[in-house]
C-alpha cells in the first residue's frame, strides 16, 4: 500500500484548533520546537484541557446519565460527542444542549433506551435552574383577572408560560428513573412518562404530570386559547378535567401572566 | 483614550474565588465577616458562570455582593483570537458588570475562541507586534462596551512560539500603553511559566511593570514533565500555593506594598476552612507590608 | 381553531371550569415566605481559569465507536432497570444495589393534580 505523507502542520489559530480536536492532525508549525523537535506533550496538555474541560462540562450536566451508564463509558460517549459537538458559546452553563438527542442515535448507547430520556430531563432542569427570575401568576391574580372577564369569553383566555416552565415526554419511564436515581422511593414501571420542570422561585421542582396534563400545558405555553388547549388535551385524553388541570397549573406556579380576551 | 470610571471598592486585603459549594458556608458566617476568619474580604467570580438569565446564581451573587466586595473575572472573552470579539458575549458581559457592579474587572491574555467553537481553555499566543495591535485592540473595545478599565492576566503557558519576538514582559507593557488596560499579576503563572520555560521567575518580577498591578492572583500547580523529562508545571488550581510561590508573592507585595489577592482554588474545591486559611496566609503577608509601609511614613 | 373547539359545549366547559377555578379560596403554596436557602449547586456548571489533568489522558486518545475499536459497554445503575416490555416492573429486585443516593434538592410530586 502507498504510505500516506503525513499531513502538512500549518501554522495560527486555525491550525491549534484543529489540532487540539484530533490527536492525529499534525503540531502546528509556530509551535517553537525543542531540541528539533514538535513538544508533543507539552502541546497534549491543551488537548487535554479542551477536552477534559468539556467532558467534565457534560458530566455536571447531566449526573444522572453518567450514574446511568458508568464513568467509563459516560466518559468515552462524552469524548465523542465534545468533537462533534464543541461548544459554540463560552457559556459552560448551557454546553451540551444537543446531547440529550445525539445519546438517542449513539449506537453503542442502544441498550439503555431511556438515556436520551434522562438526558433531556436534565437538560430541561439545567435550562429551568438558569431561567429569568419573574413571580408566577398566583391563583388570586387569576381570579381577579377571570371576575373581569364574561363567562362566554373565557374559552379565549390566553396565558404566558413561566420562563421556567419546561415539558419532557417520553416513551420511558424517565421521571421514575430518575427520581429512583436522585433518591427518591418510586416504583419504577413500565411506560411512558411526562414531566413538568418548574422553577417557580428559588428550586428546581419536577412533577410527573397525568394524562392530557402534558397536551394541555404544551398548547398553553404556545399561546393558544384554554379552549383550544383543553380541546387538544381531550382529543388526546377522554374526559380531561380542566378545572383540576388549571387549578394544578396556577397553583405550581406554571405562568407568568394571563391575556384578557381583547374587545 | 478614554477615561475609564474604576471603583477602588476593592481592598488591598485578600479575596477567594467564589465556588457555588461555599454559598451557604459564606452567607452563613456573621455579619461583616467571612465564617468568623474576618480574613477573607472579598469574592472574585467567574462572569461566565453569572451570565443565565436568573435563577440561584444570581440570588446567591446578590446576596453576597451586599456582604462583600465583588471582582468580576472573566474567562471567555478570548481576548488574544485572530477572530473579532463576540458582540453577543460582549453584551452579556456588559449586562452583568451593570447589575453586578464589581470593584475590579479583569480578563486573560489568552484565546479560546475560533471558528470551529469555544474551546473552553486559556489558549497562549505569539508575542509579536501583530498580536500586540490585536490585543490592544481588542482590550480597548472590551473597556469602551464595559466601561471599566481592565486587568489583563499574565498567562500560564506550556509552549512557546516561534513567531515570538517579544518577551512576555514587553508584550504586556506595549499592550497597556496602548490600551490604558491595568495589569492583573498571578505570581503562580509566573512560576509556572518561568519553569516550564527556563528562565528565572525572580528576574521576571524584576522587570514586570509593577506599577501598573491592580491585583494579584494565587493558586497552586500540579507538576508533570515534557519529552525530555524536563520539569513541565500545570495551572491546575487544584492544591495549595506552594512555598517559591509565597515567596515570589512576598518578593512583589515587598516592592509594590499591598495590592488585593485572590486565591484560586478551581478543582478538587476544598472545604471552606482550607481556603479560608490560604487567605489567612496572604492576609498575614500583606498586613506585613502595611505596617512596614506605616511604620516607614 | 377547530369547530370543535368553539362549539358551545366546549364555551360551557370551559366556563365552568373557570368559573370553578375562580370560586376557590386562595391556596397559594407558601414557598414564596420560606428563606431561599438552597442553591441547587449541583445544577450550577462551570467556567473556570484552572487547566487539567496533565499531559497523559482522553485528550490524546480518539476512540471510533463506528469501527470495531468501542468495546466499552453501559455499566453503571442502568442495570437495575429492566428494558424488557413485557416486564411490568421496569425496576429489578435491588439485589444488588449498593448505588450511591445523593439528597434531594428538589421538592418532588408524583402527581398533579393531587386532588
Known amino acids: 500500500m502507498p504510505k500516506t505523507p503525513p499531513p502538512e502542520a500549518e501554522a495560527g489559530q486555525a491550525a491549534f484548533a484543529a489540532a487540539l480536536l484530533d ?52 466518559d468515552a460517549m462524552a469524548g465523542v460527542y465534545v468533537r462533534e459537538h464543541p461548544p459554540i458559546s463560552p457559556m459552560m ?34 435550562e429551568a435552574y438558569h431561567a429569568a427570575d419573574i413571580e408566577p401568576f398566583t391563583m388570586e391574580q387569576f381570579q381577579a383577572v377571570a371576575s373581569g372577564v364574561a363567562p362566554e369569553r373565557m374559552p379565549e383566555l390566553r396565558f404566558t408560560a413561566h420562563p421556567s416552565l419546561r415539558l419532557v415526554r417520553s416513551a420511558h419511564p424517565v421521571f421514575s428513573i430518575w427520581a429512583d436515581q436522585n433518591g427518591h422511593d418510586v416504583p419504577v414501571r413500565q411506560g411512558g412518562e411526562d414531566v413538568m420542570i418548574i422553577r417557580p422561585r428559588s428550586e428546581v421542582t419536577m412533577r410527573q404530570t397525568p394524562p392530557g396534563g402534558f397536551t394541555f400545558l404544551s398548547a398553553m405555553s404556545a399561546g393558544q386559547t384554554l379552549a383550544a388547549a383543553a380541546a387538544s388535551a381531550e382529543a ?9 388541570h388549571l387549578t394544578a397549573a396556577l397553583e405550581s406556579g406554571v405562568f407568568s401572566g394571563v391575556k384578557a380576551p381583547e374587545g | 483614550m478614554a477615561d475609564f470610571t474604576c471603583e477602588a471598592d476593592i481592598p488591598a486585603r485578600t479575596g477567594v474565588g467564589l465556588k457555588p459549594e461555599h454559598y451557604d458556608a459564606v452567607l452563613a458566617a456573621p455579619e461583616g465577616t467571612s465564617d468568623g476568619s474576618a480574613h477573607v474580604a472579598w469574592f472574585e467570580i467567574h ?179 515534557d519529552d525530555f523529562g524536563d520539569p513541565l508545571l500545570i495551572d491546575a488550581h487544584d492544591r495549595a500555593v506552594i512555598d517559591p510561590v509565597w515567596a515570589l508573592y512576598d518578593q512583589v507585595i515587598a516592592a509594590i506594598g499591598p495590592r488585593p489577592t485572590l486565591i484560586e482554588w478551581d478543582n478538587d474545591v476544598p472545604e471552606w476552612e482550607t481556603l479560608a486559611a490560604e487567605a489567612r496566609r496572604a492576609d498575614a503577608v500583606l498586613a506585613r507590608y502595611a505596617n512596614a509601609k506605616d511604620a516607614a511614613a | 381553531m377547530s369547530n370543535t373547539a368553539k362549539s358551545a359545549t366546549v364555551i360551557g366547559a370551559v366556563a365552568v371550569a373557570v368559573a370553578s377555578v375562580a370560586a376557590m379560596h386562595g391556596n397559594t403554596p407558601a414557598e414564596a415566605a420560606a428563606k431561599e436557602k438552597c442553591y441547587g449547586i449541583s445544577l450550577a456548571g462551570q467556567n473556570d481559569c484552572a487547566a487539567g489533568p496533565g499531559t497523559t489522558c482522553a485528550g490524546t486518545s480518539t476512540v471510533d465507536y463506528q469501527g470495531n475499536a468501542w468495546t466499552l459497554v453501559p455499566a453503571g445503575d442502568c442495570v437495575l432497570y429492566s428494558t424488557d416490555a413485557s416486564d411490568e416492573v421496569y425496576k429489578l429486585p435491588a439485589t444488588a444495589d449498593g448505588a450511591p443516593r445523593e439528597g434531594a434538592l428538589d421538592a418532588l410530586e408524583r402527581d398533579i393534580p393531587s386532588a
Open chain 1, 23 to 74: 490527536a492525529d492532525a499534525p503540531i502546528p508549525a509556530d509551535v517553537a520546537k525543542i531540541r528539533g523537535q514538535a513538544p508533543e506533550k507539552r502541546f497534549a496538555v491543551y488537548r487535554n484541557n479542551v477536552v477534559v474541560s468539556l467532558i467534565s462540562a457534560l458530566a455536571s450536566a447531566y449526573p444522572t446519565v453518567k450514574r446511568l451508564v458508568g464513568a467509563q463509558f459516560f
Open chain 1, 93 to 126: 452553563i448551557f454546553y451540551g444542549a444537543a446531547f440529550p438527542g445525539w445519546v438517542e442515535s449513539f449506537p453503542p448507547a442502544e441498550t439503555v433506551p431511556y438515556l436520551g430520556g434522562v438526558a433531556r430531563l436534565e437538560r430541561a432542569r439545567r
Open chain 1, 236 to 244: 388526546e385524553t377522554q374526559g380531561f378535567d380542566l378545572a383540576s
Open chain 2, 47 to 225: 462572569c461566565e458562570n453569572y451570565m443565565g438569565d436568573g435563577g440561584p446564581p444570581h440570588a446567591a451573587l446578590r446576596a453576597i455582593r451586599e456582604r462583600f466586595p465583588i471582582s468580576a473575572h472573566g474567562v471567555g472573552l478570548s481576548i488574544g483570537a485572530e477572530r473579532g470579539l463576540d458582540p453577543e458575549h460582549l453584551a452579556r458581559l456588559k449586562k452583568l458588570v451593570a447589575w453586578c457592579d464589581p470593584g475590579l474587572f479583569s480578563e486573560h491574555l489568552a484565546w479560546s475562541t475560533h471558528d470551529s467553537g469555544f474551546l473552553n481553555d486559556l489558549l497562549p499566543v505569539p508575542y509579536n507586534e501583530e498580536t500586540v495591535a490585536r490585543v490592544s485592540d481588542h482590550i480597548s473595545q472590551v473597556q469602551d462596551v464595559v466601561g471599566r478599565r481592565m486587568l489583563l492576566e499574565n498567562p500560564s503557558t506550556y509552549l512557546q512560539f516561534e513567531t515570538s519576538t517579544l518577551s512576555e514582559i514587553d508584550f504586556l507593557k506595549e499592550i497597556a500603553a496602548r490600551s490604558g488596560c491595568g495589569l492583573l499579576l498571578d505570581v503562580n503563572n509566573v512560576y509556572v511559566s518561568a519553569v516550564n520555560h527556563g528562565y528565572s521567575a525572580e528576574a521576571y518580577l524584576e522587570g514586570f511593570p509593577l506599577d501598573l498591578v491592580g491585583e494579584v492572583h494565587l493558586g497552586g500547580h500540579a507538576e508533570d514533565e
